[in-house]
C-alpha cells in the first residue's frame, strides 16, 4: 500500500527553525507534485508550500522568504525547512503527494497523517 510519513515536528522556540520530512513508499510508479498543508486549532487546512515534480515551488504569503520546500526524488522524499518560526506557525502539518501506483497505474493524492508544529516560548 502506498503510504506517506511525515517526521521532524516538535517544540520550538520563537525564532527557531525545524526541519520536516515526507516520505512517500509502497507501490509507487512516480511522484508528482508534492505539497504541505497546516491547520491550526479552529482553523480550516492550507497550503504552506508545494513542489512539482520538476521543481517549480509556490508558497503561501504568510511563510515567503521563511520556509523552504525541496525533494529528494531518489529518496521519495519532500522536505520543508522552516525558519524564523513564529506563533502562528504553530498547526499541525500534513504532507500531500500526488502519486501514480501500479499495478493499475492511476494516480492519486495521498495524505500523511500530520506532525505537530508548536512554536511556543
Sequence with gaps: ?????????????????????CAASG????V??????RQAAGKERELVA????????NYADSVKGRF???RDNAKKT????MNSLKPEDTAVYYC??????YPTSTTMDYWGKGT???VSS
Excluded: H
Aim: cysteine-free; hydrophobic content about 45%; overall charge neutral.
Design 1 to 21: 500500500q502506498v503510504q506517506v510519513v511525515e517526521s521532524g515536528g516538535g517544540l520550538v522556540q520563537p525564532g527557531g527553525s525545524l526541519r520536516l520530512s
Design 27 to 30: 507501490a509507487i510508479l512516480a
Design 32 to 37: 508528482n507534485d508534492m505539497g504541505w498543508y
Design 50 to 57: 508545494s513542489i512539482t515534480s520538476a521543481a517549480f515551488t
Design 68 to 70: 523552504t520546500i525541496s
Design 78 to 81: 519532500v522536505f520543508l525547512q
Design 96 to 101: 500531500n503527494a500526488n502519486i501514480k501506483s
Design 116 to 118: 505537530q508544529v508548536t
